[in-house]
C-alpha cells in the first residue's frame, strides 16, 4: 500500500524502511519482536511515515527546503555531541554504511523540527495544580514495588550423592517446622554455611531467582515453602512480612513535571497533524511496486 500525500507519492519502499527501523529500534531496547507484532509494527510505520511527510512538506512550504550544506554541518555536530565518528557509531548501533539513511534522517528532522518550533512554540511549565491532579489521576503509575520478607535454610551438596540426603533432610526438616519446630532454629542446626544469612531480608520482584521469586512471592506471611532446588543447592523459605505496593508521596518524585510537559508538547504536535490532514489530502493506493511484482 502506498500513499499520496497532497500530490506526493509515497511508495511503500518507505514504509518497509521505517517498519524495519522500528522493528530495529524495539530489538535495541531488549524487547521480542517476533512476527506476531509486525501488525503493530506496520502500523506505527504507516503513521509515522504519513505524519512526517505532513510535516516536512509544511515545513518546505513555509521555509523552504533545508540545504545540504546545513544537514552536512549538523551531522558533524552530532558526531562531535557523542565524541567523534566513531563513537558515534559505537553508540547509536549504526555503522559508516549507514551514513545516507542517517543524513536522511537528519535533514527530515531538522525540517520537521523547525516548522513545529514556530507552530507550537514554547509551551508553558506546568503548575503546582497541574502536577498534583496528574499524580492522582496516574497514581498507579507512583507506586512502590512489593516486597516480601525471607528467611531460609541452604543445603549446598557436594556431590550426586549429597544432593539426594540433602533433599531428603530438607523435607523430614520441613515436616518437623510444620509440626512447630522452629525455624531459626532448625536453620542454625542444619544449614551448611555458618556464614551464610538466615533473614534474607526484603526483596521485590526482579531482585532473587525467577524459581525462588515464583514460590516465595505466591507464599503468605508466616509459610513454609516446599523444598526448592537452585543451581546453588536446596532451600526452604519462610515468608516473614509482606508489604504491599503503595503511593510513592509526589514530594519524593522526580520527572512527574517533565512528564506532563512531555504529553502536552505531543498533544500539540498530533492536533498539527489533525490540522494538517484536514487542510490537505491523504490518499492510500494502490503500489507500483506491488503491482510490477
Known sequence: MAYIINGEKIEDSAIADEFESIKDHYQSMGEVVCCDR??????????????????EQASIKR???VSDADVDARFEEVKAEHGGEQNFYDNTGF?????????????????????????IGELPEPTQEEIEAYYEKNIDRYMSAEEIRTSQI?????????????????RKL?????????????????????????????????ETMPEVEAITFSMRVGEISPVVATHYGFHLFKVTDHREPKPIPLEELDGVDEQIALEKRNEAVENVITG??????????????SADA
Open 63 to 65: 521555509y523552504g527546503e
Open 95 to 119: 555503522n559508516a554504511g549507514d551514513a545516507k539513511v542517517i543524513w536522511r534522517k537528519l535533514k527530515s528532522s531538522m525540517m520537521v523540527d523547525r516548522y513545529l518550533e514556530e507552530v
Open 174 to 206: 520441613r515436616e518437623q517446622i510444620l509440626d512447630g519446630k522452629d525455624f531459626d532454629e532448625a536453620a542454625r542446626e542444619h544449614g551448611a554455611d555458618e556464614d551464610r544469612e538466615i533473614d534474607l531480608g526484603y526483596m521485590k520482584q526482579g
Open 38 to 55: 509486525d501488525e503493530e509494527f506496520w502500523e506505527y510505520a504507516r503513521t509515522n511515515v504519513v505524519n512526517r511527510t505532513l510535516l
Open 154 to 170: 541452604f543445603i549446598e551438596p557436594s556431590s550426586h550423592d549429597a544432593a539426594r540426603e540433602a533433599y531428603a533432610e530438607l
Open 276 to 289: 494538517l490532514k484536514e487542510e490537505g489530502s491523504v490518499e492510500e493506493v494502490a503500489s507500483e511496486e
